[in-house]
C-alpha cells in the first residue's frame, strides 16, 4: 500500500474542515488542483514519505480587494478562489490550509512549506499582507509565525457573529 497515507490525508482534511457539507469553502480536487497550479506553481506543497503525503500546505495569491472582500465577509471561500484571475497582479496571500499527519506534527513542517511558497510567490509578485480564517488554535499559532518569518502584516477573516 505504497499510498496508504494518501486516503488518511483525505480523511484528515474532510474530517477537519467539513468542506463537504459547506458549498462556500474551497473543495480541492483535480478541477481546483489545475486551476490553482495556474495561478501560481507554488499554491499547493506536498511532503511525502514513502507510504504517500504525510503534509500538504495550500496557499493561494490574490488582489488586495478579493483579501479584503474576504476578511469583511463579503466573499466566501470560494468566491475568493472563483475572483482570483489567473495572471492577476497580487499584492496577497491566502494561508488557506495546512494538514499534516499526526505522527509528523511538531516538527516545523507546515511552517517551512508555507514560508517557502509564500517567499516563492514574492518572487513574482509584489505581496504586501498575509490572511487567513482560522479553523484552529494551531491554525492561528501557524499563521502568526509564518507572517513573523516573512515579515509581512497578517490579517484574520473573523468568525460569523451569533445572530
Not at 12 to 27: G, H, R, T
Amino acid at each position: 500500500m505504497r499510498e496508504q497515507n494518501l486516503q488518511r490525508m483525505i480523511h484528515l482534511a474532510e474530517e477537519f474542515f467539513a468542506v463537504k457539507s459547506d458549498p462556500s469553502q474551497i473543495s480541492v480536487d483535480e478541477e481546483v488542483m489545475a486551476l490553482l497550479e495556474r495561478i501560481h506553481p507554488a499554491t499547493v506543497s506536498e511532503e511525502r514519505d514513502e507510504n504517500g503525503p504525510v503534509a500538504w500546505v495550500l496557499v493561494i495569491p490574490t488582489t488586495r480587494d478579493v483579501m479584503d472582500r474576504f476578511i469583511t465577509r463579503t466573499i466566501s471561500e470560494r468566491d475568493l478562489l472563483d475572483q482570483t484571475l489567473v495572471g492577476g497582479n497580487y499584492a496577497a496571500v491566502y494561508l488557506c490550509s495546512a494538514l499534516v499527519l499526526p505522527e509528523y506534527r511538531r516538527r516545523g513542517l507546515a511552517k517551512r512549506m508555507a514560508v517557502d511558497a509564500v517567499r516563492s510567490i514574492q518572487r513574482d509578485h509584489q505581496i504586501t499582507d498575509l490572511f487567513f480564517w482560522a479553523f484552529s488554535e494551531e491554525g492561528k499559532t501557524l499563521a502568526s509565525s509564518i507572517a513573523r518569518e516573512v515579515l509581512l502584516p497578517l490579517h484574520e477573516r473573523p468568525e460569523a457573529q451569533p445572530g
